[in-house]
């Protein structure tokens, strides 16, 4: 297998690793070479993992394609999110304070290299670390009040690591970079305490109050005690047994906090943390799909260098979407070349890769639900009166803010578009999936795959009825035995 370790700068990368390749971020993102690598080993070692950066890109990227990352997008997130570092801070406790008792000031620095710090004695607690966030370089900070407590965790870059350390950081390296270590989390069998997230403010919610009312009374039925929660609520998931999402998943909203919480804790959870983050980013969703031959109307992920290229290969109008847009949000249709630049110079402020898509007008979209690899449900969703999307979120009416949806019987999806929907899903790996797909000139094509796709009482269950809550229930059980 192909070993590459990323940076931002190669030139100014001081390590000498044999048998692997150094090369520079922005060349893994956009030269083509990458992209249809087939077997590959990607070590991210750029400066900065923040959300929608080059180093976070690198790592959503190879996973895309099929690489091995390290770290991986999950590792990434979970670094940023506080919760997380709250919920390591307690599970660690014990080894944090036998490790730190005989310091005598009231704070410390741990520096974690490969999974090592150059002092045997934290050895410990530097592979405890480095196992749970799976990151190169990582700076832990410690104050001391009454016992010890993480102050902070963050990945450093290799100019931050002190000249003192570099040779005891290029032994790790070799050593690092000559061993396995994937690790893959286990669920646990338990009985069966559902938990249904629910945000009472999320704006385009993906079930309706009749509709969770349906999950709960069927719940019963199949004797599963479901209950209703919060985003308040984290520190009670661990009294579940199971974790059903039903708020808007994003990657920086307390949706991926419960997901990665429930899967560090066992649960059986609809949907996996790596099905938000691949679907939440439609970077990952373009390269996945046209990786696997899947079509798609004509799509370019756009750079600061390429935006040009856009309107030579793509045309006029097309459509621009954010990295993580949901629901329509962040989904944005240039009919001008004016109008286009303006678009994509705001887009590309926010996230250093964007999407840009060929317009294709239709009718209607398909939506195919697919849990677990098999579909079970089928809808046409149709425009918004007078739009060009199913959601418009301008309509001055509220009636008018979506389209019409008809139910259908899976049997009546012509085949290509049910074939192309189960393709799709199996991408993401098992979960609840929604395929929306159009069909234009007979062609099929693949629009969005949706990890947290709507369950509406009187829309998604038109046809099958209580069917599509039971197929949801019986999956979280299946999970569990």
Request: charged letters at 25%.
């Amino acid at each position: 297998m192909n070993k590459y370790i990323v940076v931002n700068q190669p030139e100014k990368w001081n390590f000498s690793i044999e048998n692997i390749k150094v090369i520079s971020s922005q060349e893994y993102l956009t030269n083509p070479e990458f992209s249809l690598l087939k077997k590959a080993r990607i070590f991210n070692l750029c400066k900065d993992y923040s959300y929608q950066s080059k180093g976070y890109y690198v790592s959503l990227l190879a996973e895309a394609r099929g690489h091995l990352a390290i770290p991986t997008v999950k590792n990434i997130v979970d670094l940023k999110a506080l919760k997380l570092v709250r919920i390591v801070s307690d599970e660690f406790d014990d080894t944090i304070q036998q490790s730190l008792k005989n310091i005598k000031s009231q704070e410390f620095t741990l520096s974690i290299y490969f999974g090592q710090n150059v002092a045997q004695k934290y050895k410990e607690l530097s592979v405890l670390f480095y196992k749970h966030f799976q990151v190169p370089f990582l700076r832990v900070k410690f104050s001391h009040t009454t016992k010890w407590n993480i102050q902070s965790i963050k990945a450093i870059s290799e100019s931050e690591i002190p000249a003192e350390h570099m040779e005891s950081v290029q032994e790790f390296a070799n050593q690092y970079f000559s061993k396995k270590r994937y690790d893959i989390p286990k669920l646990t069998k338990s009985d069966f305490d559902l938990a249904i997230l629910v945000n009472p403010k999320d704006p385009a919610p993906p079930s309706n109050p009749k509709a969770l009312k349906k999950f709960i009374d069927l719940a019963e039925k199949m004797n599963i005690y479901a209950e209703i929660i919060e985003p308040k609520d984290l520190s009670r998931l661990s009294s579940f047994d199971a974790l059903f999402i039903r708020q808007s998943t994003e990657v920086n909203n307390e949706a991926y906090a419960f997901a990665r919480k429930a899967q560090q804790e066992g649960l059986a959870i609809i949907d996996y943390p790596s099905a938000i983050l691949k679907c939440c980013n439609k970077v990952y969703m373009a390269e996945a799909l046209k990786n696997a031959n899947i079509d798609t109307p004509k799509t370019i992920i756009v750079h600061k260098d390429n935006k040009q290229l856009v309107l030579d290969t793509v045309g006029l109008p097309c459509v621009l979407k954010a990295p993580d847009s949901t629901f329509s949000f962040g989904v944005k249709k240039a009919k001008t070349e004016a109008e286009y630049h303006e678009l994509v110079s705001g887009m590309l402020k926010e996230s250093d890769l964007i999407i840009a898509q060929e317009f294709c007008p239709s009718d209607y979209d398909w939506r195919i639900g697919i849990l677990d690899d098999k579909p079970f449900y089928a809808c046409k969703y149709y425009m918004a009166k007078g739009h060009w999307q199913i959601y418009n979120w301008d309509a001055k009416k509220k009636d008018d803010q979506d389209g019409n949806a008809d139910c259908l019987p899976i049997e009546s999806v012509p085949k290509k578009v049910l074939n192309m929907a189960i393709k799709s899903a199996k991408l993401m790996g098992k979960g609840l999936y929604g395929i929306d797909i159009k069909v234009v000139n007979n062609r099929p094509m693949v629009i969005e795959i949706n990890d947290n796709p709507n369950i509406d009482f009187g829309v998604e269950d038109a046809y099958y009825g209580d069917a599509v809550y039971i197929e949801i229930l019986s999956a979280l059980k299946k999970r569990l035995d």
